[in-house]
Every structure is written in structure tokens, then in C-alpha cells.
């Protein structure tokens, strides 16, 4: 939204404006007081084979402008940091990190005639940069940022969707680089402080939580398989015991001893009435 306002306001206060490669600077509402915009205008082809100083951005030789017909007009945007933390910090998910430089912007429209007399025709305005072969695109952050020399910022890229941000490390001390235009920062670890610390401590509160439960379960199955182990073992002991006792000569308590105890299994004797006298021949 603040790139449309930034564009019409660029047309709307540029459209005289001549002579290639001139920077100007563009008069913006009162209501983005502190936001600065600053437009130049360059052929497609020269942009090209010789590259660009634009503010704070360097475009390198080799760079692709699409569609552009003819000429180009790029704008910087710089929102000073109050206005790049109450917007971006806001709307983009930080992660623990913290800006450390305002947000400084890149776009670029077509501004061949068709454009510049009609600022709100439908002529595709928006054209996109990248450098996908030659030099990249840098983005000067010395005099913008906050300077701390002991800490390293990471370069952030703001995506257009308005929610994913990009970190990746500097190509040299404050100094970031691209492959196509936008929107850029730095930012350091937030260290547990505003917004992005709380995130950071939020997501610590949780993981130990999740954690301490894990634990906690993993800890219950092994007193279970332990008193598993204990009942199966004291259940085999009983097995055994019931077995010995219940053998075919069962064993009876004598006195302090234990002596196996047998019935009766002879047949009982019978007298006999009957006999025969003997008689010696």
C-alpha cells in the first residue's frame, strides 16, 4: 500500500522532470512525514550495460529490467525507524530478531510516454530487476543503521506477500546484497527483549512443557515394565513352588523337616483255613 502512495505521488510530482539519471526528490503528504522518497529516471538499455548509484542501492552491470519498453523510473523509499518498526515489525514475523536500520526500498515503473502523460492507465507500471549474471544488487546500510560494532546484523529481506522475511549474512560490514529488488533491513537478535524476545521465550515455555510431559510418559512405561517384570518373575516362583508340592509322593511338614509321604499300595495279607496234609510215603 505505502509503494502504491510512494508511486502516485512520484508521477504526480515528476512528470516535468527530463533529464536521465537525475535524482529528485519526491513531496510526500504530511501523514508519511518522516518517510523519504527521492525517483530518477534511466533508459532500459543503458541501465543495463552500465548499471546505476541510486541512494543507498548500487544496481550492477548486467541487470535485467522487465517489461520495460524504454525508459525506467526507480524510486528509494527510506521509513526511518519508527516507521519501518510500527509497519514491519508489525506485519512481518520477525522471529527473535529486532530492527536495527529503517527499511529501505527499491521499486521501479515503466515511464515511457503512454505512462508519464496517464499516471493511472492501464499500462503494466511495475517493472521487476534482477541480477541473476552479473553484479548483485547492494544495498549501502553505513549511514542508515545503528552501528554496533560488536554485533554482526543479518540482512533481511521483506517479501511481498507482507509475512515472510529473508535472513541471510552480509556481504561485508553493513553492506547487503540482492538479486532483484524490494524492500531490506538489518536486524540482530532480539536478546529477549521487545516483541521478537518474547517470541523467542514463548517458544522456549512450550518446547520444555512438550518436553517435561515427554519425560514424564516415558518415565510411567518404564515403571510399568518394571513392575511387569517384578509380577511375572514372583507369579513363576508360585508356579514352581505349587509344582514341587504337588508331586506324585506328596511332601507333608515333619516337625522343622519336609519328608515325602507315600500311601499304601501292598496287597494285604489273607490267612488261609484251607491246607493240605501232608503224608510221607
Known amino acids: 500500500m505505502l509503494d502504491l502512495l510512494i508511486r502516485n505521488y512520484t508521477f504526480s510530482d515528476n512528470l516535468n522532470m527530463t533529464k536521465t ?7 510526500l503528504p ?3 512525514s518522516g518517510v523519504r ?3 530518477a529516471r534511466f533508459r532500459c538499455g543503458s541501465l543495463t550495460r552500465y548499471g546505476a548509484r541510486i541512494d543507498e542501492f548500487h ?4 541487470v535485467n529490467l522487465f517489461p520495460c519498453v524504454e525508459r525506467v523510473m ?3 523509499h527510506n521509513f526511518d525507524l519508527n516507521w519501518s518498526i510500527s509497519f514491519y515489525s508489525a506485519n512481518y514475523n520477525l522471529s527473535g530478531y529486532q530492527l ?3 527499511i529501505l526500498g527499491l521499486t521501479a515503473y515503466n515511464a515511457g510516454k503512454k505512462t508519464s502523460n496517464n499516471p493511472n492507465s492501464s499500462y503494466p507500471l511495475e517493472v521487476g530487476i534482477r541480477s541473476d549474471q552479473g553484479s548483485p544488487i547492494t544495498i549501502n546500510f ?4 545503528i552501528r554496533d560494532d560488536h554485533v554482526d546484523p543479518l540482512c533481511a529481506s521483506f517479501g511481498r506477500d507482507g509475512k515472510t522475511v529473508s535472513l541471510k549474512p552480509p556481504i561485508s560490514p553493513y553492506l547487503c546484497g540482492s538479486t532483484s529488488n524490494g524492500h531490506f533491513g538489518l536486524v540482530e537478535d532480539g536478546g529477549g527483549g521487545g516483541e521478537g524476545g518474547r517470541v523467542v521465550m514463548w517458544k522456549v515455555a512450550v518446547g520444555s512443557s512438550v518436553g517435561s510431559a515427554l519425560a514424564i510418559v516415558l518415565l510411567g512405561l518404564l515403571l510399568v515394565a518394571m513392575f511387569a517384570k517384578v509380577k511375572k518373575k514372583a507369579r513363576m516362583v508360585e ?3 505349587r509344582a514341587y508340592e504337588e508331586e506324585a509322593l506328596q511332601v507333608s511338614m515333619v516337625g522343622h523337616v519336609r519328608a515325602p509321604v507315600a500311601v499304601g499300595t501292598r496287597t494285604a495279607p489273607i490267612i488261609e483255613h484251607h491246607f493240605v496234609h501232608y503224608k510221607p510215603k
Do not use: F, W
Open 239 to 241: 508356579m514352581e513352588r
Open 100 to 102: 536495527v536500520s529503517p
Open 30 to 32: 504530511p501523514n508519511l
Open 74 to 76: 526507480l524510486i528509494t
Open 37 to 39: 522518497a527521492r525517483a
Open 59 to 62: 544496481l550492477g552491470i548486467g
Open 21 to 27: 539519471g537525475e535524482m529528485q526528490s519526491v513531496r
Open 142 to 145: 553505513t549511514v542508515a543503521a
